[in-house]
Every structure is written in C-alpha cells, then in structure tokens.
C-alpha cells in the first residue's frame, strides 16, 4: 500500500524566512513524488515534480529514499507563496496520485 | 479549453436523490480522473478512464457510485441513493497520458447532501 504523510496541518512563517513543508511517504518500489498547490479561490496545480529536478517559484524538493521524505524548502518565503501545498505520489508505472492531508502555509508581513 | 471543466460547481441534494457530475477535460487528453476530497483531506483517487475505457475504479466507494467516459472526452460521475457521507469535493484532473504525466485538476464540482 501506499501512504503519503504530512505532519504539519498548519505552518505559518514570516516574509523573508526560510519554509519547510515535510512529505514522507511508504511505499515498496520506486515511487514518483509531486507537490501541487493551491492558491485562495484557484483550481489545484502542478509545482513541482521530483523527476524534473527543477527549481518553481524559489521552491525545491529532493527525494530521500532512504528517509522516505520529499520535503518542499523555500529560503525566502514570499506573502504570495500562502497556499495549501499537497504532497503527492504515484506508484512505478501506475498513473492515479495518492496524496496527502496537505499543509496549509500563511506567510506574515 | 484553457482547463478541465466542471460542472455544476455547487449541487446540493437530498438524501436518497441520484446526481450527475460533468466533466470536460482538456482537449486531447488522454487520461482522466476522478477523485473525491473530503473536508480537511486531500484529495482520494475514485477511478480512471485511458480514453472511454475505464481501466481502475479501484477507488469507487460502494456500487452506487458509476463513472463512465463513452466516447474517450466528456465523463459523467454518478451516485445513486446519495447518502450524507457522499459530501465533499468531486475533482476531475486529465493528462496527455497515464504514468507519470501531470494531471491538470478542473475546479471541482461541491456536492452536498442534506
């Protein structure tokens, strides 16, 4: 079976802190892990994709098999970067997405 | 379209009521599917369509809930005899492709059942 955790239901951080939103996930092969996002009032969307080993929006995430974590870092956070962030994987060779309960991140002034 | 789209985005219904749920994906997009967010959870995956063929419904909850895609565009998600532990959002996402293709997510359609 596979599960995707995210501890953290709320994280809030000021304007210019770094943000960590923690992912850890069980599964037996190897998986695919994604992070989508959610901006107020907006459709769900892609951020990014562990595959693609690419920087959005000043976000990064690296896999970590051995900890089974995909966490999503950001150095700077941005007042625009509140959202709900949803941790994501997809089995090898499968295609639905389990995700997880979600983060809801609010960034002060 | 610009995106997946869904409607209606709001259907309030009564307990027992049978509803339909419209889904219009992305032109060309192969795969599409469906998922059910309840409040405060992510979403949770109901069933996929590769074209009209639904190839997992693994996730459909009971059999009062039916999925269908007849010519491989538009799905209709249907639950009969709605009960209240049916409320949540209903998602549909589509991609160019099953495996690992970002799905793109329409906006939801909200189901409430009183």
């Known amino acids: 079976a596979q599960r995707v955790t995210q501890p953290e239901k709320l994280l809030s951080v000021f304007k210019g802190a770094p943000v960590e939103l923690k992912c850890n996930y069980s599964?037996?092969?190897?998986?695919?892990l994604f992070w989508y996002v959610q901006y107020s009032r907006q459709r769900l969307q892609l951020l990014l994709r562990?595959?693609s080993r690419e920087s959005i929006k000043g976000f990064t995430a690296d896999l970590n098999k051995g900890e089974t974590s995909f966490h999503l870092k950001k150095p700077f956070a941005q007042e625009e970067d509140s959202a709900m962030y949803y941790c994501?994987?997809?089995?090898?060779?499968?295609?639905?997405?389990?995700f997880g309960a979600g983060t809801t991140v609010t960034v002060r002034a | 379209g610009a995106g997946v789209s869904q409607s209606p985005r709001y259907k309030v219904a009564k307990r027992g009521q049978d509803v339909a749920l419209r889904c219009d994906p992305i032109?060309?997009?192969?795969?599409l599917f469906w998922y059910q967010q309840a409040l405060g959870q992510g979403p949770e995956f109901l069933t996929y369509f590769q074209n009209e063929a639904q190839l997992d419904k693994s996730g459909l909850p009971s059999d009062r809930f039916f999925a269908e895609r007849p010519e491989g565009s538009v799905s209709t998600l249907k639950i009969q005899r709605t009960q209240q532990e049916d409320s949540a959002v209903y998602l549909c996402a589509s991609s160019t492709q099953g495996g690992s293709q970002p799905q793109h997510f329409g906006d939801g359609t909200r189901l409430s059942i009183l």
């Open positions: 562990h595959i």
């Open positions: 032109s060309g997009h192969v795969s």
């Open positions: 599964y037996s092969g190897s998986p695919e």
């Open positions: 994501a994987l997809s089995g090898n060779g499968d295609y639905k997405l389990s």
